[in-house]
Antibody
């Protein structure tokens, strides 16, 4: 089955760090751009970051630049989000989403179930 | 950044009646390759988002044909010809034409 599965979400204190993972069995992971999207409790969707198939190109939403790092390990079919200097407004469910890329940029066709990150003292 | 504005934000609909959601972008979503990267996602209560329509009007497999997408440039619409109970949830438009990708605020469809 084509799917992605996130993990790593926990309760963390403000200013702390956390690493989220997403594993992607069932498809050729190295052929796809991958994304992180988040959703604060009761709020809408917010795109967070994207990484190219080979990991050489990355883009972020302004609110996480300098604090979050997206990376991938194609040998392990895994996507990573390293989060630091966490703030209360980073509290959200974090989704991993597959991007079909050209010619369907942003048309996320596979979503995980999400992993909850809570930033609170 | 491209701002995506949906309306209405709340949409009460009677079963069997049509529904329409508008999505407007702050700038044209036509990419240099001629494609328009405007997509629609559905999020049912307690579930992850699911893609419904990609590149304005292409319906995903398994999506009922009562869903349709249209529009161009900066003005887009998602229509449901006859709302069914399984359609309740929040609908988001999203642009993939430029980074950062941006979503609309979401439109909550509920049954009257």
């Amino acid at each position: 089955e084509v799917q992605v599965v996130e993990s790593g979400g926990i309760l963390v204190q403000p200013g702390g760090s956390l690493t989220l993972s997403c594993v992607a069995p069932g498809f050729i992971f190295k052929n796809y751009w991958m994304n992180w999207v988040r959703q604060a409790p009761g709020k809408g969707l917010e795109w967070v970051a994207i990484i190219k198939e080979d990991g050489r190109e990355k883009h972020y939403v302004d609110s996480v630049k300098g604090r979050f790092t997206i990376s991938r390990d194609n040998a392990e079919n895994s996507l990573i989000l390293q989060m630091s200097s966490l703030r209360a407004d980073d509290t959200a469910v974090y989704f991993c989403a597959r991007d079909p890329g050209k010619p369907n940029w942003g048309a996320f066709d596979i979503w995980g179930q999400g992993t909850m990150v809570t930033v609170s003292s | 950044d491209v701002v995506m504005t949906q309306s209405p934000l709340s949409l009460p609909v009677t079963l069997g009646q049509p529904a329409s959601i508008s999505c407007r972008s702050s700038q044209s979503l036509v990419f240099r390759d001629g494609n328009t990267y405007l997509h629609w996602f559905q999020q049912r209560p307690g579930q992850s988002p699911r893609r419904l329509i990609y590149k304005v009007s292409n319906r995903d497999s398994g999506v009922p044909d009562r869903f349709s997408g249209s529009g161009s440039g900066t003005d887009f619409t998602l229509k449901i010809s006859r709302v069914e109970a399984e359609d309740i949830g929040v609908y988001y438009c999203m642009q993939g034409t430029q980074w950062p990708y941006t979503f609309g605020q979401g439109t909550k469809l509920e049954i009257k």
